[in-house]
């Protein structure tokens, strides 16, 4: 919990600075600042959870919070492990690309197809129609918005299992070099004689 507290108020703050620098900054500057600054801080967030990506394996198996030990062990694997997260983070996106349909209330999407955003008055407005979209999407006398809650959770529920366990998969193997040896096969029967 404090390390994903740490993270928020660094991006937080990261992303004041950026604001800050693209509003001193005179035209393009700005915005090629801005876009450095968010660069730079998606970079650093995403080192910093492939560096501590084992610490729940770590400590359910140790029976101690393995911040440290995740640190560690993640040191010398950290592109192969980039690539790793980069694979489950797309079967994730993809994921959530498919049951956004079914998962949205009605209406949410007209707002923001039908919407100006040429002009700061047409993006408030649909702003209000999608939070109000949104809003009724919580009236539990609607059984289609019950529907709608029940296939979010367990969607974001297998999620968070499915990854859970590439996690510790990933973990054993690294920790864990008799896990990660390949099955050897059978030896071949000897010819029996005609």
Known sequence: FA?????????????LLAQGMMSLAPGGMGI???????????????????????IAPETIAKRRIGVSSSWELTEDHYWPLL????????????????????????????????????????????MREANLAMAAGYDMSDMANVLRMLIGFFVNFLGSIVIAIAGAVSWKIMTDPDFAEPVKPLPAEPAQPA
């Open 83 to 126: 690539g790793f997260w980069i694979i489950w983070a797309i079967i994730a996106q993809v994921t959530q690309w498919a049951t956004i349909p079914y998962v949205t209330p009605p209406g949410y999407f007209e707002a923001m197809q039908g919407a100006d955003f040429t002009s700061r008055e047409g993006m408030q407005q649909a």
């Open 3 to 15: 390390i994903i507290i740490g993270i928020a108020v660094t991006y937080f703050v990261a992303n």
């Open 32 to 54: 090629l600042f801005g876009i450095l600054g968010a660069a730079g801080v998606a970079i650093l967030a995403v080192w910093i959870l492939v560096r501590l990506s084992f």
